[in-house]
């Protein structure tokens, strides 16, 4: 298991609270997780209504959680899965580093570059004020980008094999994310994102 003093990244965002984690898992940690979590989680593509245009979610997901409390996000509500041996595991491991609690995980598989996930902010009213996000990412390196809501402020980091961002405070009232599509041929890449909802 990585110490409390692995390697840590703090991005200086103005409005923003992130930190990343490169060496978060060992590489070899980390390939065996990926390797798990493709295979023996129940990935769903659920159908996502853009400009009124009903189009397939561009990438694979599936909801844990310690309760039962479904999560909503984009007109699709998700019901979760009792925690499995290993997404415990890391939540156990992302709340030690993130000094929170976590209730619930969405994962998302993204098969290839042509899978993505647009503009937004995990602000949804279920999250509560202020969310902590801890977002695990094995597999694939992929590029994060980041915009200000309202100033002209843009930020990129490669997210890793193996390591964890840290998004807190008021990060999501301030800023949105997006993981873009890519021409390049690419593999598959698995993002774990811990979260609270009550």
Not at 27 to 39: I, R
Not at 134 to 153: N, P, W
Not at 169 to 187: N, V
Request: charged share 25%; proline share 4%; glycine share 6%.
């Amino acid at each position: 298991m990585p110490s409390l003093f692995s390697e840590k990244i703090a991005l200086t965002l103005q409005d923003g609270d992130i930190t990343y984690f490169p060496n978060f898992l060992s590489g070899e940690e980390a390939t065996t997780y990926f390797k798990l979590l493709q295979e023996t989680v129940p990935w769903q593509q659920d159908e996502i209504k853009v400009f009124g245009k009903v189009h397939a979610q561009p990438r694979l997901t599936a909801l844990y959680a310690s309760n039962a409390k479904p999560y909503s996000y984009s007109n699709i509500t998700m019901v979760p899965h009792a925690f499995s041996k290993e997404v415990s595991l890391l939540k156990e491991r992302a709340e030690t580093f993130s000094k929170t609690q976590f209730t619930t995980c969405l994962l998302n598989l993204y098969r290839d570059g042509k899978d993505s996930n647009g503009w937004h902010a995990d602000n949804e009213k279920e999250l509560g004020l202020n969310p902590t996000i801890a977002s695990i990412s094995l597999g694939q390196e992929r590029v994060f980008h980041l915009k200000h809501r309202t100033k002209d402020l843009k930020h990129k980091i490669v997210l890793e094999h193996g390591s964890l961002l840290l998004m807190k405070g008021a990060t999501q009232h301030h800023w949105l994310h997006q993981i873009p599509k890519t021409a390049k041929k690419i593999g598959a890449r698995i993002n774990l994102t811990f979260r609270v909802i009550r």
